[in-house]
T-cell receptor, first 108, second 109 residues
Framework: KNEVEQSPQNLTAQEGEFITINCSYS?????LHWLQQHPGGGIVSLFM?????KKHGRLIATINIQEKHSSLHITASHPRDSAVYIC??????????WGAGTKLIIKP | ETGVTQSPTHLIKTRGQQVTLRCSSQ?????VSWYQQALGQGPQFIFQ???????GRGNFPPRFSGLQFPNYSSELNVNALELDDSALYLC????????FGPGTRLTVT
């Protein structure tokens, strides 16, 4: 079993829909990252969470440390949100443990 | 100056050659990590440097080596390149948060 599990692996939605991507992990962590990678591109850090909830524009990330679960939400989704979204956890240093990623496609 | 930069952006090498990839850390970040991302796969941890010392290493052979300089910039060196080394190489600097560079796409022919 992988230490970081993401779901779904693939998600296709219509523009404007509310999107949720989930991440569960099995190790103790000091922080969790949500990252975005566009096709052929580098990785952009969206959020770093150690507790609670963070919001940036149309993106919201939550984490429940007790349940070892985090979610990334996108409100009013747009085709430019199409990308791979990766959950990565930080066990005790910056050797990130990566989820497999969720490929999101938003259709106009 | 903010952000992490990597050079070159793209590189084509022949099997058996050596390559050096460079990374400039975000200002103030004293930790740098390198990752290899093969096409269609998640990033794999290569190694991490903290204040010029290697601070952790993933499952990569010794022909993958690195350096961190006093200004916290870093190099990744790969000797005796193999076809399977073709990948996107990502550098990330950290001090609390993590900032990723845009990556260097290496193609080995």
């Amino acid at each position: 079993k992988n230490e970081v599990e993401q779901s779904p692996q693939n998600l296709t939605a219509q523009e404007g829909e509310f999107i949720t991507i989930n991440c569960s992990y099995s190790v103790g962590i000091s922080a969790l990252h949500w990252l975005q990678q566009h096709p052929g591109g580098g990785i952009v850090s969206l959020f770093m969470l150690s507790s609670g909830k963070k919001k940036h524009g149309r993106l919201i990330a939550t984490i429940n440390i007790q349940e070892k679960h985090s979610s990334l939400h996108i409100t009013a989704s747009h085709p430019r949100d199409s990308a791979v979204y990766i959950c990565a956890v930080v066990p005790c240093n910056y050797q990130l443990i990566w989820g497999a990623g969720t490929k999101l496609i938003i259709k106009p | 100056e903010t952000g992490v930069t990597q050079s070159p952006t793209h590189l084509i090498k022949t099997r058996g050659q050596q390559v050096t990839l460079r990374c400039s850390s975000q200002s103030g970040h004293n930790t740098v990590s390198w990752y290899q991302q093969a096409l269609g796969q998640g990033p794999q941890f290569i190694f991490q440097y903290y204040r010029e010392e290697e601070n952790g290493r993933g499952n990569f052979p010794p022909r993958f080596s690195g350096l961190q300089f006093p200004n916290y910039s870093s190099e990744l060196n790969v000797n005796a390149l193999e076809l399977d080394d073709s990948a996107l190489y990502l550098c990330a600097s950290s001090l609390g948060g993590v900032v990723f560079g845009p990556g260097t796409r290496l193609t080995v022919t």
